[in-house]
């Protein structure tokens, strides 16, 4: 099969297609024909040699396509089927890849669509989830517009909170669409919100990592109350809850998020997408910070 790959460090020019054996499924998971995957800031880092080291390395943790295998005790899913998931291996921007992790596509949705949803829904579940977040208090999320941000926003909508968000003046009617109030983030960022909430907030959710743990502490109460999944020196100094993967994931997000798509009350981010020859493209692209929404590889 083809698949990205690099095999020494450095800028998008490193990437490559290469022919690499077909991977098989193990106990419990899907093999699936790849039909879009896609890309995350954690690509490039791994790229640029920030977090594993061996080489040479494959990527991509999220992928939707037409299951064609199954492994041992799969039950749930029949080859033929439209599924999107995790590639826990790191390995789905590729023409195959195995899912351990995964579920029906929403009808509604294309597969370019699915493959932008996995990781944002996952961490922002998760982190609603350490947070304990529910219906009747009010959640501060900090960096509430990008794809990770706005999934908290509307995922906490649907609980019950409500949400009031942070970010840029150009996207105050983009998180009003969501269901959020925005404050602008910046000096002055606590008196903002608490025009909003003069008492504070019950809870905060630290999405882009811009060094606000503080003032989210002294929003929400404590730092028993602010969890933070971009800010991880943040959460050391200031004894915040620092989510990760590895801490458990919150699976049944691939589950949930179809009802919520299906009944209109998640909106989708926008899909910007690139053939899979053209992945240094769609690297550069994301490095730049543009254009706004998921970066997703066409397959197939």
């Known amino acids: 099969m083809k698949a990205a790959q690099f095999s020494r460090f450095g800028g998008p020019e490193v990437l490559e297609i290469v022919e690499l054996p077909d991977p098989?499924?193990?106990?419990?998971?899907v093999r699936i024909a790849v039909?879009?995957?896609?890309?995350n800031a954690s690509d490039w880092k791994k790229r640029a040699g920030l977090m594993d080291e061996e080489l040479p390395q494959t990527m991509g943790y999220e992928a939707a396509g037409v299951v064609d295998r199954l492994g041992e005790g799969v039950a749930d899913v029949a080859v033929g089927d439209r599924v999107f998931g995790f590639c826990t291996e790191g390995a789905a921007q590729a023409e195959l890849a195995v899912l351990p992790h995964y579920a029906?596509?929403?009808p509604s949705l294309g597969f370019a669509e699915a493959a932008a949803l996995p990781a944002a829904?996952?961490?922002?579940?998760r982190a609603l989830d350490q947070l304990g977040v529910g219906s009747g208090g009010t959640l501060l999320v900090n960096g509430a517009s990008g794809s990770v941000g706005a999934a908290a926003v509307q995922l906490a909508v649907a609980r019950g909170a409500r949400v009031i968000g942070t970010t840029s003046p150009a996207n105050h009617d983009y998180l009003r669409s969501l269901g959020a109030e925005p404050v602008t983030y910046g000096a002055g960022l606590v008196e903002r919100v608490r025009a909003l909430a003069p008492e504070g907030v019950d809870l905060a959710l630290d999405v882009a990592g811009s060094g606000v743990l503080p003032e989210l502490i002294g929003l929400a109460g404590g730092p028993e109350h602010v969890v933070t999944v971009a800010?991880?020196?943040?959460?050391?100094e200031h004894g915040v809850r620092f989510s990760r993967g590895d801490d458990g994931r919150a699976l049944h997000a691939l589950t949930g998020i179809g009802e919520l798509i299906e009944s209109g009350r998640f909106a989708l981010p926008a899909v910007h997408t690139f053939p899979l020859a053209e992945i240094?493209?769609?690297h550069r692209a994301g490095e730049d910070g543009r254009p706004r929404g998921k970066l997703v590889l066409l397959i197939g």
């Not at 039909?35 to 890309?39: C, D, E, I, S, Y």
């Not at 800010?231 to 050391?236: K, Q, S, T, V, Y």
């Open 231 to 236: 800010d991880f020196p943040g959460a050391r």
């Open 121 to 125: 829904v996952e961490t922002a579940t």
């Open 104 to 106: 029906p596509l929403p």
């Open 280 to 282: 240094a493209a769609a």
């Open 35 to 39: 039909r879009a995957a896609g890309v």
């Open 24 to 29: 098989l499924p193990g106990p419990g998971e």
